[in-house]
């Protein structure tokens, strides 16, 4: 069973960076495309980057620029590096994995969140 976890959480003073990591249990080969997502309280859920087998890359305007998404095939994880971060990313992150199960269909995954929180 493909398990998601994400890591690097935390508390930073606006305009201060985090680094956000997505580990994920499954063979390099299976994993389709990884996003990350946020939800705010009380907000929708947002994605923020996502990243396909191919490396192409993937961001909404209102991170452009400041957050950046990248794959390492050997530890197994994708990385959100987030810079000049405002108080409004402040929201649970989220990892999503899509990935070619045993039967060979797609499926998908979603790890339980890591909280960011940005002081001003």
């Known amino acids: 069973q493909v398990q998601v976890a994400e890591s690097g959480g935390g508390e930073v003073q606006a305009g201060g960076s985090l680094t956000l990591s997505c580990a994920v249990s499954?063979?390099?080969?299976?994993?389709?495309?990884v996003g990350w997502y946020r939800q705010a309280p009380g907000g929708q859920q947002q994605l923020v980057a996502n990243i396909n087998q191919r490396g192409e890359r993937n961001y909404p305007d209102f991170v452009k620029g400041r957050f950046a998404i990248s794959r390492d095939d050997v530890k197994n994880t994708v990385n959100l590096q987030m810079s000049s971060l405002k108080p409004e990313d402040t929201a649970m992150y989220f990892c999503n994995v899509i990935f070619v199960g045993p039967t060979g269909y797609w499926d998908q995954k979603w790890g339980k969140g890591t909280l960011v929180t940005v002081s001003s």
């Open positions: 499954t063979n390099t080969s299976d994993i389709r495309a």
